[in-house]
Protein backbone atom coordinates (compact mmCIF):
# COMPACT_ATOMS: atom_id res chain seq x y z
CA UNK A 1 0.00 0.00 0.00
CA UNK A 2 1.48 3.26 -0.95
CA UNK A 3 -0.82 5.15 2.14
CA UNK A 4 -1.44 8.66 1.50
CA UNK A 5 -0.19 10.42 -1.54
CA UNK A 6 -0.11 13.94 -2.24
CA UNK A 7 1.25 15.73 -5.01
CA UNK A 8 3.22 18.40 -5.91
CA UNK A 9 5.52 18.28 -3.32
CA UNK A 10 6.38 21.98 -3.63
CA UNK A 11 4.57 24.71 -4.98
CA UNK A 12 5.26 28.20 -5.97
CA UNK A 13 2.10 30.59 -7.16
CA UNK A 14 1.56 33.97 -7.66
CA UNK A 15 -1.25 36.48 -5.97
CA UNK A 16 -4.00 35.25 -7.81
CA UNK A 17 -3.37 32.50 -9.30
CA UNK A 18 -5.42 29.22 -8.71
CA UNK A 19 -4.19 25.15 -8.67
CA UNK A 20 -5.45 21.89 -6.94
CA UNK A 21 -3.20 20.08 -4.33
CA UNK A 22 -4.02 16.62 -5.19
CA UNK A 23 -4.27 13.77 -2.24
CA UNK A 24 -5.01 10.11 -2.34
CA UNK A 25 -5.49 6.65 -0.62
CA UNK A 26 -5.42 3.57 -0.94
CA UNK A 27 -6.51 2.06 1.94
CA UNK A 28 -10.36 3.14 1.94
CA UNK A 29 -10.63 4.87 4.11
CA UNK A 30 -13.72 6.81 4.64
CA UNK A 31 -12.41 9.84 6.34
CA UNK A 32 -10.46 12.59 4.40
CA UNK A 33 -9.06 15.89 5.48
CA UNK A 34 -6.38 18.44 5.20
CA UNK A 35 -5.09 20.99 7.61
CA UNK A 36 -2.29 23.56 7.19
CA UNK A 37 0.63 24.03 9.12
CA UNK A 38 2.30 26.94 10.01
CA UNK A 39 5.52 27.51 12.19
CA UNK A 40 4.26 27.90 15.46
CA UNK A 41 0.75 27.07 14.82
CA UNK A 42 0.56 23.72 14.64
CA UNK A 43 -1.82 21.94 12.15
CA UNK A 44 -5.48 23.66 11.75
CA UNK A 45 -7.99 22.01 9.51
CA UNK A 46 -9.03 23.51 6.95
CA UNK A 47 -11.72 20.61 4.99
CA UNK A 48 -13.01 17.27 6.09
CA UNK A 49 -15.01 14.21 4.45
CA UNK A 50 -16.89 11.74 5.65
CA UNK A 51 -17.24 10.21 2.36
CA UNK A 52 -17.72 10.64 -1.17
CA UNK A 53 -19.78 13.56 -1.97
CA UNK A 54 -19.87 14.74 1.50
CA UNK A 55 -17.63 17.48 2.67
CA UNK A 56 -17.76 19.78 5.62
CA UNK A 57 -15.45 22.67 6.84
CA UNK A 58 -12.90 23.27 9.68
CA UNK A 59 -11.31 25.48 11.29
CA UNK A 60 -9.87 27.56 8.01
CA UNK A 61 -11.90 26.78 5.12
CA UNK A 62 -11.86 30.52 3.86
CA UNK A 63 -10.14 30.36 0.22
CA UNK A 64 -10.37 26.96 -0.67
CA UNK A 65 -12.96 24.30 -1.81
CA UNK A 66 -12.84 20.68 -1.92
CA UNK A 67 -14.81 17.83 -3.09
CA UNK A 68 -14.89 14.09 -2.97
CA UNK A 69 -16.38 12.01 -5.83
CA UNK A 70 -14.16 8.87 -4.96
CA UNK A 71 -13.62 7.46 -1.91
CA UNK A 72 -9.81 7.48 -2.71
CA UNK A 73 -9.34 11.08 -3.98
CA UNK A 74 -9.83 14.41 -2.22
CA UNK A 75 -8.49 17.26 -3.71
CA UNK A 76 -7.56 20.71 -2.47
CA UNK A 77 -8.77 23.41 -4.44
CA UNK A 78 -6.94 27.37 -4.08
CA UNK A 79 -9.41 29.30 -6.62
CA UNK A 80 -7.34 32.80 -6.25
CA UNK A 81 -4.48 31.91 -4.31
CA UNK A 82 -3.24 34.49 -1.18
CA UNK A 83 0.20 35.39 0.35
CA UNK A 84 -1.88 34.39 3.62
CA UNK A 85 -2.16 30.60 1.99
CA UNK A 86 1.76 30.24 2.12
CA UNK A 87 1.95 27.10 4.18
CA UNK A 88 2.51 23.50 4.12
CA UNK A 89 -0.31 21.92 3.43
CA UNK A 90 -0.91 17.87 4.56
CA UNK A 91 -3.89 15.44 3.24
CA UNK A 92 -4.65 12.58 6.15
CA UNK A 93 -7.02 10.01 6.00
CA UNK A 94 -8.50 7.63 8.88
CA UNK A 95 -10.93 4.20 8.84
CA UNK A 96 -14.18 6.18 9.82
CA UNK A 97 -14.51 9.85 12.14
CA UNK A 98 -15.31 7.20 14.98
CA UNK A 99 -13.18 7.90 17.93
CA UNK A 100 -10.40 5.27 18.25
CA UNK A 101 -9.55 6.05 14.60
CA UNK A 102 -6.14 7.22 14.16
CA UNK A 103 -4.89 9.80 11.31
CA UNK A 104 -2.39 8.68 8.56
CA UNK A 105 -0.92 11.48 7.42
CA UNK A 106 0.58 12.26 3.81
CA UNK A 107 4.14 13.28 2.82
CA UNK A 108 2.70 17.37 2.73
CA UNK A 109 2.76 19.90 -0.09
CA UNK A 110 5.02 23.21 0.39
CA UNK A 111 3.61 26.12 -0.71
CA UNK A 112 4.37 29.44 -1.74
CA UNK A 113 2.51 32.22 -2.81
CA UNK A 114 4.50 35.16 -3.92
CA UNK B 1 -9.43 27.32 18.01
CA UNK B 2 -6.47 24.76 19.50
CA UNK B 3 -7.76 22.59 21.94
CA UNK B 4 -4.50 21.39 22.67
CA UNK B 5 -1.27 23.40 24.23
CA UNK B 6 2.30 21.25 24.68
CA UNK B 7 4.37 22.21 26.83
CA UNK B 8 7.91 22.95 26.74
CA UNK B 9 7.54 24.49 23.45
CA UNK B 10 11.27 23.04 22.65
CA UNK B 11 13.25 20.70 24.49
CA UNK B 12 17.13 20.01 24.23
CA UNK B 13 18.52 16.69 26.06
CA UNK B 14 21.63 14.39 25.78
CA UNK B 15 21.07 11.09 23.94
CA UNK B 16 19.99 8.19 27.55
CA UNK B 17 18.39 10.91 29.10
CA UNK B 18 13.66 11.02 29.74
CA UNK B 19 12.15 13.47 27.65
CA UNK B 20 8.80 14.73 29.23
CA UNK B 21 5.72 16.67 27.02
CA UNK B 22 2.73 18.06 28.54
CA UNK B 23 -0.97 18.57 26.73
CA UNK B 24 -3.45 20.71 28.29
CA UNK B 25 -7.02 21.02 26.75
CA UNK B 26 -9.94 22.72 27.42
CA UNK B 27 -13.27 20.87 26.78
CA UNK B 28 -14.00 17.12 28.09
CA UNK B 29 -12.83 14.47 25.42
CA UNK B 30 -13.04 10.71 23.70
CA UNK B 31 -9.63 10.22 23.62
CA UNK B 32 -5.75 11.77 23.61
CA UNK B 33 -3.07 10.84 20.71
CA UNK B 34 0.20 11.48 20.17
CA UNK B 35 1.86 12.35 17.28
CA UNK B 36 5.15 12.60 15.53
CA UNK B 37 6.92 14.53 12.72
CA UNK B 38 10.38 14.53 11.57
CA UNK B 39 11.37 17.90 9.96
CA UNK B 40 9.59 18.01 6.93
CA UNK B 41 7.69 14.82 6.96
CA UNK B 42 4.22 14.24 7.69
CA UNK B 43 2.79 13.25 11.08
CA UNK B 44 2.67 9.66 12.44
CA UNK B 45 0.64 8.46 14.99
CA UNK B 46 2.43 7.20 18.00
CA UNK B 47 -0.14 6.28 21.22
CA UNK B 48 -4.08 7.03 21.38
CA UNK B 49 -5.38 7.23 25.13
CA UNK B 50 -9.17 6.73 25.92
CA UNK B 51 -10.52 9.01 28.41
CA UNK B 52 -11.28 6.38 31.08
CA UNK B 53 -7.83 5.17 30.73
CA UNK B 54 -4.90 6.72 33.20
CA UNK B 55 -1.58 5.58 31.86
CA UNK B 56 -0.57 3.65 28.84
CA UNK B 57 2.82 2.29 27.88
CA UNK B 58 4.03 1.62 24.23
CA UNK B 59 8.11 0.40 23.92
CA UNK B 60 9.64 3.74 25.53
CA UNK B 61 6.53 5.83 25.23
CA UNK B 62 4.74 6.23 28.54
CA UNK B 63 1.52 7.87 28.59
CA UNK B 64 -1.08 9.33 31.01
CA UNK B 65 -3.83 11.25 31.20
CA UNK B 66 -5.76 12.90 33.65
CA UNK B 67 -8.98 14.03 32.86
CA UNK B 68 -9.57 16.12 35.80
CA UNK B 69 -6.73 18.24 34.95
CA UNK B 70 -7.63 18.28 31.38
CA UNK B 71 -4.09 17.25 30.97
CA UNK B 72 -2.07 14.38 29.42
CA UNK B 73 2.17 13.86 29.65
CA UNK B 74 4.49 11.78 27.12
CA UNK B 75 7.25 10.34 28.55
CA UNK B 76 10.26 8.94 26.13
CA UNK B 77 12.39 7.11 28.45
CA UNK B 78 16.27 6.36 27.06
CA UNK B 79 15.94 8.99 24.62
CA UNK B 80 18.04 8.42 21.00
CA UNK B 81 18.97 11.01 18.47
CA UNK B 82 16.20 9.53 16.20
CA UNK B 83 14.31 10.49 18.54
CA UNK B 84 14.40 14.23 17.29
CA UNK B 85 11.42 15.38 15.99
CA UNK B 86 8.47 17.48 16.56
CA UNK B 87 5.99 15.52 19.02
CA UNK B 88 1.91 16.97 18.58
CA UNK B 89 -0.88 15.83 20.78
CA UNK B 90 -4.59 15.65 19.44
CA UNK B 91 -7.66 15.68 21.05
CA UNK B 92 -11.20 14.26 20.39
CA UNK B 93 -14.38 14.83 21.68
CA UNK B 94 -17.36 12.38 21.63
CA UNK B 95 -19.44 11.07 19.12
CA UNK B 96 -18.03 11.78 15.04
CA UNK B 97 -15.42 14.53 15.80
CA UNK B 98 -12.41 15.67 14.45
CA UNK B 99 -9.19 15.87 15.58
CA UNK B 100 -7.69 19.05 17.36
CA UNK B 101 -4.10 19.25 17.61
CA UNK B 102 -2.07 21.36 19.70
CA UNK B 103 0.90 23.25 18.06
CA UNK B 104 3.51 20.52 19.33
CA UNK B 105 6.87 20.22 21.35
CA UNK B 106 10.10 20.46 19.35
CA UNK B 107 12.15 17.31 20.93
CA UNK B 108 16.26 17.69 20.23
CA UNK B 109 18.45 14.70 21.67
CA UNK B 110 21.82 15.18 21.28
CA UNK B 111 24.55 12.58 21.08
Known amino acids: NAGVTQTPKFQVLKTGQSMTLQCAQD?????MSWYRQDPGMGLRLIHY???????DQGEVPNGYNVSRSTTEDFPLRLLSAAPSQTSVYFC?????????????FGPGTRLTVL | SQQGEEDPQALSIQEGENATMNCSYK?????LQWYRQNSGRGLVHLIL?????REKHSGRLRVTLDTSKKSSSLLITASRAADTASYFC???????????FGKGTMLLVSP
Open chain 2, 49 to 53: IRSNE
Open chain 1, 92 to 104: ASSPTLAGQDTQY
Open chain 1, 27 to 31: MNHEY
Open chain 1, 49 to 55: SVGAGIT
Open chain 2, 27 to 31: TSINN
Open chain 2, 90 to 100: ATRGSGYSTLT
